[in-house]
């Protein structure tokens, strides 16, 4: 799977319901949102492990960005889902 698949509010949620799946789990959230703030909340462990895979997925891509491109000036990171 692509950082790009994996790096959007659809990203979110199917990182959420395959690790639903893997566990044999009942998926509750079916949107980006729900999936945040289940995560935010402490609510479903689930949700909070998506959030955790998704962000650290995002910090490893936009490391590679910023080497792979020489920034010098940084690499901003913008979007409905962040």
Not at 47 to 57: E, G, I, K
């Amino acid at each position: 799977v692509s950082a790009e698949r994996i790096l959007s509010g659809q990203g979110l949620v199917n990182l959420y319901q395959s690790l639903c799946a893997l566990s044999k789990r009942e998926v509750k959230f079916e949107q980006p949102n729900e999936v945040s703030k289940a995560a935010l909340e402490g609510s479903c462990d689930l949700a909070r492990r998506s959030l955790d895979v998704f962000c650290q997925v995002m910090g490893s891509f936009a490391g590679n960005l910023a080497l792979n491109l020489a920034c010098t000036g940084g690499v901003y990171i913008a979007g409905g889902i962040v």
